[in-house]
């Protein structure tokens, strides 16, 4: 084949090596707008990962690369003055010229042919393509054939926030990647400096757009505001000089990281590669990586498919998941940084943990397995915060106390309909079903939304705290919990708004009953759907109603013995109509500003406060984001909201998200929700609960030392397993848990089994 790779960094030289090693009589031509040892930027990082799949394409070049290789194991923290250095890391630097150049050796080695000082151009690309039998558009972040064939790759680009600088000291920073967190009378400026070769380190400088405004940076010239960030960092610098490389850029050499996306990497016989189809931050180090391995993935396509389309189809196809994967990591790391200021006050301990766990690609049992000292002493510093000191058990068994309530542990079965009560009666399900997840573990267990009013029911199978006979049957629930066991209960309630009158959940969910529909209302006359009624929009008669109707139901829970209420203003049910302006069209004090679609649920709150005794605890559930842009509630309103309540006395917020409207665009993950608890937390000051796809250990005691909530919530697993905190606990290997006595056997054998790492599953 004929080949050009226009661009001689990292992906154009090594796909025309691992071109040549494939098949000797592949023409490659690589086109190089700079000379051959010009290079702009420092050291870049790569993994043993990494390393270990060039040896397997390439043993030579490999080698070469990790002869120059500066290892370090550590990751040190800078901040308050304080430096944490945890081990096990295990990175490996290269300066990128050094790189460039035992690669450009290599290429000629096999016989590539490559002009340098040779700009692409517009026109240039044009020629090549009907030149050769493939063009490889290697050529970067600001990709000019990406630009030409726009409308065919599509590309995104987003700006990112924050402004950085690339460069490079004499400063040594051996032994460890090392983060620097510094204030200035301008607001934090911070670094990430890592060792590329005996003498040299990469220094990274990043800042916030409005420090970097401050400061001035824009109308300096590159020594200008290098001399600024040497004061900045004087302390750490040891009279070390800050260099810069890119002498070539006007002004102040200061850029946004741009995050690249491409609907598609191939157009006719172009083809995309490294980060001119997808960039990932620097932050998580990956972009070479991602550049080396996409070369390695198209040679081998273009040897084992029959024809070049369905070479490059598969390449494109072969490569996507794992940028994706990468791209996502890399946007967790990036807002990591973009909102670092919300972590600046946590205790060193709590930050650096938060740091290391950015991307989420870290997780607990992984910093455990690279540095089992310093997370013990995590683990202890966050049982000390929760008045344990003497103990090293995970996280997620700390303690916790809500006003009077004291809950053994961090973990909470999140509230789930069950659709089996008669009307409005809990009955004997409830009482089994309750019972048995709390004598499951958890240190909290809720009822599922147990309506004020018949007609503020989901469903017809939805329980009730309306009648007496009610009353009694959760008693009876709490009467047996508090007896046998050590969990504490929590009625939630609420009223269902436009949602209601609708089928069982294993039925047509939020569809309209088939017969026997009862009137419903809501913040505005809005059908949740085309299906579904049209709610009476509520007058001030309705209003005074169901606050009072909260109020009686608040006052049966106290006398039924919950030991904590919580008030349902999520998942588009009444209050959650009047918060989000998807619903609320009213043009009334109710409607309009976020303050007045605020009004009518604190007034409920206020008033079930006002009755809820003073030493019971009282939480809110709220959407965080109703996934509809900038038209809904967006997590930045739901950390005006979370101020709202905390000033109303609410205790903790149950921070879900979504099911607010039909057109919602949610984006599922592993812990998805839990950055809206995050900023919610450390933003407006006030305890929180994350939920939504956190099912294992390890995610809840990462959230917990991290900072992101302070209990969290188990749904489905808990439906599946009842005693889902008693079986991981026997994976974690703790016997502290308390088990039911009865079956302390069964518990025995469990930890016995779990020890030899056998189970029944
Ligand atoms: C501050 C910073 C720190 C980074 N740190 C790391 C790190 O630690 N680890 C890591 O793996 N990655 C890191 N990267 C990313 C890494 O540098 C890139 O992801 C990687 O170099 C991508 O390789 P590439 O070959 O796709 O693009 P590049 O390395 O950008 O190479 C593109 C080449 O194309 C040439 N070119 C561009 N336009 C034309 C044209 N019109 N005609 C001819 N030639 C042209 C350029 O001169 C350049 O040589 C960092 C990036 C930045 C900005
Ligand atoms: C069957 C079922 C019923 C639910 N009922 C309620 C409810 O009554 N009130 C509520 O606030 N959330 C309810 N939820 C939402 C859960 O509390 C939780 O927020 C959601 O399932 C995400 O957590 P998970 O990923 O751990 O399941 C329900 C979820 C399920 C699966």
Known sequence: MRIACLGGGPAGLYFAISMKLQDPSHEMVIIERNRADDT????????????????????????????????????????KGVKTVSTGHGFCGIGRRQLLILLQERARELGVEMRFETDATEDTIEQYRKEYDLVLAADGLNSRTRQTYAEHFKPDIDVRACKFVWLGTHQTFNDAFTFIFEHTEHGWVWAHAYQFDKDTATFIIECSESTWQAFGFGEMNQQESITVCEQIFAKHLDGHVLMTNANHIRGSAWINFPRVLCERWCYENVVLMGDAAATAHFSIGSGSKLALESAISLANCLHSESSMQAAVARYEEERRFEVLRLQSAARNSTEWFEQVERYLDLDPVQFNYS??????????????VRDPQWLESAERWFQTQAGNPDSARAPMFAPYQLREMKLANRVVVSPMAQYKAIDGCPTDWHFSHYAERAKGGAGLVYTEMTCVSPTGRITPGCPGLYAPEHEAAWKRLCDFVHTET?????????????????????????????????????????????????????????????????????????????????????????????????????????????????????E????????????????VRISANDW????????????????????????????????TSTQAKPVYGRMFQTPFSDRIRNEASIATMAVGN?????????????????????????????????????????????????????????QRLAERSEGWI
């Open 604 to 619: 409920v709150i206020s008033a079930v406060r006002s009755v809820w005794p003073a030493h019971k605890p009282l939480s």
């Open 486 to 602: 050590s969990a504490k209960l929590c009625a939630q309630i609420g009223h269902s708004g436009a949602k209601g009158s609708t089928q069982l959940g294993w039925q047509e969910m939020d569809a309209p009953l088939a017969e026997g529909n009862w009137p419903i209302m809501a913040a505005s006359d809005m059908a949740w759907s085309a299906r579904n009624q049209v709610p009476k929009a509520m007058d001030r008669n309705d209003m005074d109603r169901v606050r009072d109707e909260f109020v009686s139901a608040a006052l049966m829970a106290d006398r039924a013995g919950f030991d904590m209420i919580e008030i349902h203003a999520a998942h588009g049910y009444l209050l959650s109509s009047f918060i989000t302006p998807l619903t609320n069209h009213r043009d009334d004090e109710y409607g309009g500003s976020l303050d007045n679609r605020l009004r009518y649920p604190l």
């Open 628 to 659: 509809c842009g900038d038209e809904g509630i967006t997590p930045d309103d739901a950390v005006e909201i979370a101020k709202r309540l905390r000033d109303a006395e609410v205790d903790i917020i149950d921070v879900s998200a979504g099911q």
């Open 40 to 79: 702009f930027g420092w050291g870049v990082v790569l993994s043993d990962e990494t390393l270990d799949n060039l040896a397997a394409n390439d043993p030579v070049s490999a080698e070469r690369i990790r002869e120059h290789f500066a290892y370090w194991d550590d990751i040190a923290v800078v901040h």
């Open 694 to 750: 956190i099912y294992q250990a390890d995610h809840v005691n990462s959230i917990l030392i991290a900072g992101r909530a302070d209990l969290v919530c188990i749904a489905r697993p808990h439906l599946a397993d009842p005693y889902w905190l008693l079986h991981v606990a026997a994976g974690l290997g703790d016997s502290e848990v308390e088990w039911p006595a009865p079956y302390r056997a069964g518990a025995d054998q469990l």
């Open 355 to 368: 740091l290391l766990t950015r991307s989420q690609r870290i997780s607990h049992e992984n910093l455990r």
